[in-house]
C-alpha cells in the first residue's frame, strides 16, 4: 500500500534562513508527487508538482524539491524564508489503481522574525 | 477567476442531526474530489465524482455519509445521524483533468457536532 510519511510535525525557523521540509513515500510503481500549502483558514493550494522529467521541480513563492528515487524522498526547500510563508505543507502522492490522493499528516512552518 | 466555493463555512450540529455541505467547483472542471480533515491530520480521501459519475467511494467512513453530484458541476455531501467523530474540517476540490492531476480546493467547511 502506498503512504507517505513527512519527518517532521512542526519546523520552527528564523526569518532569511534556509528550510527543508521531509517528505518520504513508499510505492512499487511510478509515481506522481505533489506539496501543497495551507495557510490559515483556507484550503490547500499547490506549491509544486513532479510528474516525470527533470527531478529537481521548481514552484511558487521560492520553492522547489528534488525527487530522489532511490530514497523515496521528495523533500521541500527554500533558501530563504519569510514571515509570510508560515502555513502547514502537506506532501501528497495519488494512489494507483484509483482515484484518492494520499496527504501525509503535515508539517507546520513557524518563521520567525 | 472564480476559484472553488463551499458553504457554510460553518456549521453546528446537534448528535443526531442531519447536515448537507455544498461545494460549488470551478466551471467546467470534469473532476470533483471531497476530503475530511480532523484537527491536526492530512486530508482524508472521501469520494470521487468524473463528470456526474461516482467512480470511487472507498473513503466514506460509514453509510451515514452520502455524497451526489446530478449534473456534473455542484456536489452535496450530506451526513446522516452525526456523531461527534464526524466533527472535522470538509475540504472540496477540483480538477480539469479525469483522474490524478492537481486539485484546486476550497476553503472548507468546519463541522462541529455537539
Known amino acids: 500500500a502506498q503512504s507517505v510519511t513527512q519527518l517532521d510535525s512542526q519546523v520552527p525557523v528564523f526569518e532569511e534562513a534556509p528550510v527543508e521540509l521531509r517528505c518520504n513515500y513508499s510505492s512499487s510503481v511510478s509515481v506522481y508527487l505533489f506539496w501543497y500549502v495551507q495557510y490559515p483558514n483556507q484550503g490547500l493550494q499547490l506549491l509544486l508538482k513532479y510528474l516525470s522529467g527533470s527531478t529537481l521541480v521548481k514552484g511558487i513563492n521560492g520553492f522547489e524539491a528534488e525527487f530522489n528515487k532511490s530514497q523515496t524522498s521528495f523533500h521541500l526547500r527554500k533558501p530563504s524564508v519569510h514571515i509570510s510563508d508560515t502555513a502547514e505543507y502537506f506532501c501528497a502522492v495519488p494512489h494507483t489503481g484509483g482515484f484518492k490522493t494520499i496527504f501525509g499528516a503535515g508539517t507546520r512552518l513557524f518563521v520567525k522574525a | 477567476g472564480a476559484g472553488v466555493s463551499q458553504s457554510p463555512r460553518y456549521k453546528v450540529a446537534k448528535r443526531g442531526q442531519d447536515v448537507a455541505l455544498r461545494c460549488d467547483p470551478i466551471s467546467g472542471h470534469v473532476s470533483l474530489f471531497w476530503y475530511q480533515q480532523a484537527l491536526g491530520q492530512g486530508p482524508e480521501f472521501l469520494t470521487y465524482f468524473q463528470n456526474e459519475a461516482q467512480l470511487d467511494k472507498s473513503g466514506l467512513p460509514s453509510d451515514r455519509f452520502f455524497a451526489e453530484r446530478p449534473e456534473g458541476s455542484v456536489s452535496t455531501l450530506k451526513i446522516q445521524r452525526t456523531q461527534q467523530e464526524d466533527s472535522a474540517v470538509y475540504l472540496c476540490?477540483?480538477?480539469?483533468?479525469?483522474?490524478?492531476?492537481?486539485?484546486?480546493f476550497g476553503p472548507g467547511t468546519r463541522l462541529t457536532v455537539t
Open positions: 476540490a477540483s480538477s480539469s483533468h479525469p483522474g490524478l492531476y492537481e486539485q484546486y
